[in-house]
């Protein structure tokens, strides 16, 4: 049977918020009749136990869109479908990020199903170029790209700490790759980006503060390794200044909060709240408020990203890193500017 084409990526982002709003709502009394909540410990900021899962119903509505999309649309054009092989990935990946969530897998087991999903992709996927833009020799190439598309996974996850806070970034960066395609005519997936952006805004219906249903693993690993994907094909076309630009806030927040904990002989993989994020939550602003915050600053990414894309790179690269660092600077050390 063949299939009817998708419609225009705006309807399917439409429709992903209406049915994810509906299936995160089912899903998180599922949940809850089975009493697979996220009870609160020394690190986490929240203080009630809360449903953990609602990846499920992200995942359940967009995967079919992202699949139809992909079907029926050139993946070989500005706006093309998916391809195959990233939705793919995040099919395995969701099932062993929801085993991690009911039986806690360790972290060895978990690092490499992240990082056989990102090689398996980067040895499919259909880049003109490069991802570190010629730099480095073709194997080396590959393994840095697998090594930091893992890496963006995690962080990802690290980052799904606070009520809202995965919902503004995958809307923030749905948004503009699906500009980055509209806009600049780059060969990213525009359907599969507003289809992200609409299943994570109903999901928000539900995660906004205080939350009624947390993503989970079984969420937030399939969204960073398909959010990554998309990333990974900008700059394997060269886009590698919107690349960076776009997911700016998450990834340096993650990362020099990690470079400070191996700085302090911390353990990398124990969870924590020293992210600058949570410091600002611990320092009195409401989980809300520093969301908002993070999505302002995303906002000027996308801008950013966009003028980086379409002009010279440099001036948006200083921009961005100003902006970010200005951002976490205060996250950090004075959240009470922010009250």
């Known amino acids: 049977m063949t299939l009817p084409p998708a419609p225009h990526p705006l309807l399917l982002a439409l429709a992903a918020a209406v049915l994810s709003a509906v299936a995160v709502r089912l899903v998180e009394r ?23 899962g609602g990846g499920l119903a992200v995942l359940g509505v967009a995967l079919p869109l992202l699949a139809w999309d992909a079907a029926t649309r050139p993946p070989d054009a ?28 360790p972290a060895r087991v978990r690092l490499v199903a992240h990082l056989a999903a990102c090689t398996g992709a980067l040895l499919v996927l259909p880049l003109p170029g490069p991802v570190f833009q010629g730099w480095l020799p073709p194997g080396l190439d590959l393994l840095a790209a697998a090594v930091a598309w893992a890496w963006f996974v995690n962080l990802f996850n690290f980052m799904d700490g606070i009520d809202g806070l995965s919902g503004v970034e995958v809307v923030s960066l749905g948004v503009a790759l699906a500009l980055l395609a509209a806009v600049a005519g780059l ?10 952006a609409g299943a994570m805004a109903g999901f928000l219906v539900w995660n906004w503060h205080p939350a009624r249903i947390f ?40 990362t020099l909060t990690l470079l ?9 993989m124990e ?17 809300a408020r ?34 970010v660092l200005g951002a976490l600077w205060v996250l950090h050390r004075r959240p009470r500017w922010l009250g």
């Open 271 to 287: 969870a924590h709240r020293e992210h600058a994020y949570q410091r600002a939550v611990q320092a009195g602003l409401s989980h």
């Open 30 to 52: 599922w949940l809850r009749a089975r009493a697979l909540l996220d009870h609160p410990n020394a690190r986490s900021s929240h203080s009630v136990p809360t449903p953990r």
């Open 187 to 196: 060969a990213v997936p525009m359907g599969a980006a507003l289809i992200l």
């Open 78 to 105: 500005a706006g093309g479908g998916i391809p195959w092989v990233l939705v793919a990935g995040t099919l395995g990946l969701a099932a062993v990020s929801w085993w991690d969530d009911l039986r806690h897998l």
């Open 215 to 254: 993503l989970g693993d079984v969420g937030s690993v399939p969204l960073g390794y398909l959010l990554g994907g998309l990333l990974v094909m900008l700059a394997g076309q060269g886009a590698w200044a919107p690349a960076l630009i776009a997911p700016a806030y998450y990834w340096a927040d993650a």
């Open 290 to 323: 520093v969301s908002l915050v993070i999505a302002a600053v995303n906002a000027a990414l996308v801008g950013l990203a966009l003028a980086s894309a379409i002009g010279s790179p440099w001036p948006p690269l200083g921009a961005a890193a100003g902006l």
């Open 260 to 268: 400070a904990r191996l700085v302090r002989r911390r353990p990398l």
